[in-house]
């Protein structure tokens, strides 16, 4: 299922388990909130492999990281992963610096 952060609409299911979410452009407080309930309602339904495509988003802020972080450890408590995919030079650069580039799995391909 993709889910996008505006609540657009959902694009169908990828599979039982899986779930795309697609970022805005900015990803800060206002956002975060709806983002972590929306997540653990998710996770919580049994959708444990999470997807964030960050192909629209190109700013995000220390409250947004720290949201990410903690569904990344739910999903790994529920024995799935999260993923991040399509990151922007300055997302990727910020992930660098804060080296959570080397916690999570980031790819510049959505597959």
Not at 12 to 41: A, R, T, Y
Not at 54 to 80: M, N, P
Not at 84 to 98: D, H, Q, R
């Amino acid at each position: 299922m993709y889910k996008d952060m505006e609540m657009e609409s959902g694009l169908g299911d990828i599979d039982e388990q899986e779930v795309v979410i697609v970022f805005p452009e900015i990803f800060s407080l206002e956002e975060m909130n709806k983002f972590k309930e929306e997540s653990d309602g998710l996770i919580n339904s049994g959708k444990i492999y999470i997807t964030l495509d960050f192909g629209k988003c190109e700013f995000i802020d220390s409250t947004g990281l720290g949201a990410i972080v903690a569904i990344h450890k739910k999903c790994r408590q529920a024995l799935g992963r999260l993923r991040i995919v399509a990151v922007s030079p300055p997302v990727m650069k910020l992930f660098e610096i804060t080296r959570l580039s080397r916690v999570f799995l980031i790819e510049q391909k959505v597959c």
